[in-house]
Every structure is written in structure tokens, then in C-alpha cells.
């Protein structure tokens, strides 16, 4: 089969590959700084390289943890910006907590403010290329809209602020019962509970929370907004 972009619901998500990549081991890692901490429920939390990781509930209440995460293997890291080790934590789990944080993604159109009276939520930003499809300083024939993918907010920032929610939330969704029996496999499966859902729900309720003012500019006025690590490429050609 003939692979088409235009067909492809996650071509423009894969400008963001490398991003992720990281950000899946930094989840790993928070959950390697967990597990070397002897308790959870301190007032000052946990810390993360500055950030702090605030539970409300001991170490001790999440079994969960303890029979499935305590003894994972910890291996280097090999792209994050920290030099903690990596927690090998199930790859259910991974994806489970790196969706939740697709909540934190600006993908859109490049706007910029318009002095015009008639436009004045501003104006899409296009780019132009020439006839070898590189960027022209000119304008030419053949215009594009100028595209953004970025992070509203810090993105290791925001896992941190979330991150004892979604332990707490695994722990109330993890059930033990007779003959050794426990929902652990099922729950990441998704075949029972709803783990993503509520992990995702916490991350948009915590972003709301927190970063009120930027979300409205981001919604509103984007021009104003300082995004975090932007990615700019061409988007749609505009007909002649």
C-alpha cells in the first residue's frame, strides 16, 4: 500500500517523535525517583530536579506498587535531559501516562496579531515556497499556512504536578482479591476500569487548574503566547 500523509490522522504528531521519546523516559524516571523514596506522603513531597511530586498518601497504601513496579530493572537513560536511571515500567503504563500528557499539545495554524480592524483575533501567518519546494523570501505562486506543534506548558513540569494523582488514581483502580487474583493486566489492557480515561481527565483538570490564563491566551490570543519548544513546518497549500 502506497503510503499517503494526507491519509495519515498522526503525520503532523510525528514532527513531535523526538519530544516524546523524551518525555517517556523522564515518566520512567519519576517513577524510579518514587521507588528510591523511602515515603510519599511528606508535606514537601517527593522531588524531581526541583519540582515536587505531591502524593497526600504514604508509600506504604500502594500495594500496587510495591508488588508490580518495586522490582522493575532500571537501565540508563539514553535521551532525557536528566541523568537518572530508568525504571523498565510496563509498557501499558508508559503509554497509559505519555497519552494523558497529549493534553499539553499546541497543534494548530500559525496566527499572528493583525493590526487590521476587520481582523481582530489576527491573521493566519503563510509561508511561501518556490519551485523546488524550498522556503522563498519572496512571495510567490504557491502559499502555505504556516504550522506550529509545541507544548503549552512545560511538559516535565506539568507530569510533575500530576504525577501523584496518577499514582493515586492507579492505587484506587488496582484490586487484590482471593487466590492471588488482582486486575493489574486488565486495567492496562483496558479491558477493565477505565485508567486512561481518569489518568487523562486528572492531566486536563490539573492543566485547567493551573495554567487558566495561558490556555485562554492559547485559545484566544495565541500570538502572545510563549510556547515551549516549538516546531514550525508547512501546512496546507492555499489555492490560487
Known amino acids: 500500500m502506497v503510503y499517503n500523509k494526507e491519509d495519515d490522522m498522526l503525520h503532523e504528531y510525528a514532527y513531535y517523535a523526538k519530544e516524546f521519546l523524551k518525555l517517556e523516559e523522564v515518566v520512567c524516571q519519576m517513577f524510579n525517583r518514587m521507588n528510591d523514596a523511602g515515603?510519599?506522603?511528606?508535606?514537601?513531597?517527593?522531588?524531581?530536579?526541583?519540582?515536587?511530586?505531591?502524593t497526600g498518601n504514604p508509600k506504604g497504601n500502594h500495594t500496587w506498587f510495591a508488588k508490580f513496579i518495586a522490582s522493575q530493572t532500571q537501565v540508563d537513560k539514553i535521551i532525557s535531559d536528566y541523568d537518572d536511571k530508568v525504571l523498565k515500567i510496563p509498557k501499558d503504563l508508559r503509554k497509559i501516562v505519555l497519552s494523558s500528557l497529549r493534553m499539553n499539545l499546541y497543534l494548530h495554524d500559525v496566527i499572528v496579531e493583525s493590526d487590521d480592524p476587520d481582523e481582530p483575533e489576527g491573521k493566519v501567518e503563510l509561508i511561501y515556497l518556490d519551485d523546488d519546494g524550498e522556503v522563498s523570501e519572496e512571495p510567490t505562486g504557491r502559499p502555505h499556512i504556516r504550522r506550529m506543534i509545541a507544548w503549552v506548558v512545560d511538559p516535565v513540569e506539568l507530569l510533575a504536578k500530576c504525577f501523584g494523582e496518577i499514582l493515586n488514581v492507579i492505587n484506587s483502580q488496582v484490586v487484590f482479591g482471593t487466590d492471588n487474583y488482582n486486575n493489574w493486566g486488565e486495567l492496562l489492557r483496558g479491558a477493565k476500569g477505565k485508567l486512561l480515561e481518569t489518568v487523562t481527565e486528572k492531566v486536563f483538570n490539573k492543566m485547567n487548574s493551573e495554567y487558566p490564563i495561558k490556555l485562554k491566551q492559547a485559545r484566544e490570543t495565541p500570538w502572545e503566547v510563549e510556547f515551549v519548544r516549538p516546531i514550525y513546518f508547512c501546512g496546507p497549500k492555499i489555492a490560487n
Open 39 to 54: 515515603q510519599w506522603g511528606a508535606e514537601d513531597g517527593v522531588d524531581f530536579h526541583g519540582f515536587k511530586i505531591l
